[in-house]
């Protein structure tokens, strides 16, 4: 009987060529799942930034606009100094911004919504678009910088006339002068420590239009 000659092949251990294809499928899928989020990450990252430019860039609009304000309350304040206790004060004079009458329904901002109020015509169009029981003018713009600047002047007295009339009301400055009864005593209830001083309150409201329609108010309370 022969001796049969007998070959080892070699075995290879090699995947089937589909497992082959659904692990590609996997890494893929993934790198795209990866890819997506990476992409958004990117896109939030953008916007973030964006975003707190846009704040950033606001904010100084802002405050730039609220600065420019004063330029409004020392144009005020110079219309007022040379009538400082003349009879000019005691009416309205609506042409340069003034009142002789405190007006205290007055919301200087315009965001009633009540036909029963006064507006200020702020952006010189009659108040069109607002709800008003009379138009108030403001004095004529002035340019700040980047800025416009209006403003109007109140006088806190309760009527046009004298303020020293019988009649008339105003707040005034109280002061502890030489006069006073009880001057620099702390008792409560006793004689006046405090007396008037002539001239009333002026109350100055300014208002501020900027770049990318930045708008501020300022207020500022004054006497003589």
């Not at 290879?12 to 990476?38: D, T, Y």
């Not at 606009?65 to 004063?70: E, F, Y």
């Not at 029963?116 to 108040?127: E, F, G, K, Q, S």
């Not at 009379?134 to 109140?154: E, L, Q, W």
Request: with cysteine.
């Amino acid at each position: 009987m022969k001796q049969g000659l007998y070959s080892v092949r070699g075995v290879s251990n090699v995947f089937p060529p589909s497992r082959i294809h659904r692990q590609k499928g996997v890494v893929l899928l993934i790198a795209l799942i990866v890819l997506v989020a990476m992409t958004l990450a990117g896109i939030a990252l953008v916007r973030s930034v964006d975003t707190g430019n846009l704040v950033a860039g606001n904010m100084a609009f802002k405050q730039g606009a609220t600065l420019a304000a004063d330029g409004g309350t020392e144009a005020a304040i110079n219309w007022l100094t040379p009538l400082n206790g003349s009879i000019d004060l005691y009416t309205n004079n609506a042409a340069a911004g003034y009142y002789a009458t405190s007006q205290s329904t007055l919301d200087p901002t315009n965001r009633h919504s009540s036909a029963t109020l006064p507006a200020v015509d702020w952006d010189d169009n009659n108040c069109s678009g607002l709800l008003f029981s009379v138009c108030i003018k403001p004095a004529p713009a002035i340019t700040v910088g980047d800025n416009s600047v209006a403003y109007i002047i109140h006088r806190l007295c309760k009527i046009e006339s004298d303020p020293n009339s019988i009649d008339n009301s105003c707040v005034t400055y109280q002061s502890s002068t030489s006069t006073s009864p009880k001057r620099g005593e702390i008792k409560y209830g006793d004689d006046k420590r405090f007396e008037p001083l002539p001239g009333p309150y002026y109350r100055i409201v300014s208002r501020v239009k900027g770049p990318r329609n930045t708008v501020s108010f300022v207020e500022a309370m004054i006497h003589f």
